[in-house]
């Protein structure tokens, strides 16, 4: 059965830190995929989208790359800070289905 | 410019009793999409409206139920409550003709109880 993971539920780094959050996919050959991030109680919000056929796609301090070969995404946010602590989701879908999320991983970044 | 908006906010309900969701999505789409997030899960997907019609469903029973009006907006209904329901529950919008490659709009949720 198709299978989206995301590698682990916390993450904890320092502030001007790095953060390295991956999903890796099985069964599954998606045509887009999609990074959100959502805060307690909240719903998620968007933050960026990605083809196939794209190996990285950059925002302001964000980055993600994908790579169909391994069927992983890495999801990157360089300098953190203490308010980029939430949790992000990784979704994906092929054309003409509906998105598809993992669990999610919680980033904490302390100060 | 409204984002997508969920009524209520937060529901306690019996086992066995039913209860129906609202939503209204982002101005200027036409599409809606519903999630169900238990505790500690990421959203999975219930199904989705355009056209007043459902046009995809994920793997939930009959028991749930949707319905689209012409104005865009959309309701979901669960009969016969199990405890297992309790989740936050997700609305999401978007326009159909990008639908498949361009991101959702959620609303917050609403929190549903069951006991």
């Known amino acids: 059965s198709q299978k989206i993971e995301q590698n682990s539920e916390a993450l904890n780094i320092q502030e001007g830190k790095t953060a390295t959050l991956t999903c890796n996919y099985t069964?599954?050959?998606?045509?887009?995929l999609q990074w959100y991030r959502q805060d307690p109680g909240r719903g998620p919000v968007f933050l960026l989208l990605?083809?196939?056929?794209?190996k990285e796609k950059r925002k302001e301090r964000l980055k993600v790359t994908f790579d169909t070969t391994l069927k992983q995404s890495l999801f990157h946010i360089t300098a953190s800070q203490p308010a980029d602590s939430a949790t992000y989701l990784c979704?994906?879908?092929?054309?003409?289905?509906?998105?598809?999320f993992g669990k999610g991983t919680t980033l904490s970044v302390s100060s | 410019d409204a984002g997508v908006t969920q009524s209520p906010t937060h529901l306690i309900k019996t086992r066995g009793q039913q209860v129906t969701l609202r939503c209204s999505p982002k101005s200027g789409h036409d599409t809606v999409s519903w999630y169900q997030q238990a505790l500690g899960q990421g959203p999975q997907f219930i199904f989705q409206?355009?056209?007043?019609?459902?046009?995809q469903r994920g793997n939930f029973p009959d028991r749930f139920s949707g319905h689209q009006f012409p104005n865009y907006s959309s309701e979901l209904n669960v009969n016969a409550l199990l405890l297992g329901d309790s989740a936050l529950y997700l609305c999401?919008?978007?326009?159909?003709?990008?639908?498949?490659?361009?991101?959702?709009?959620f609303g917050n949720g609403t929190r549903l109880t069951v006991t």
């Open positions: 409206y355009y056209e007043e019609e459902e046009r």
């Open positions: 999401a919008s978007s326009s159909w003709t990008v639908h498949y490659n361009s991101p959702l709009h």
């Open positions: 990605i083809r196939e056929n794209e």
């Open positions: 979704a994906l879908n092929q054309a003409g289905t509906a998105l598809i």
């Open positions: 069964n599954y050959s998606p045509a887009y």
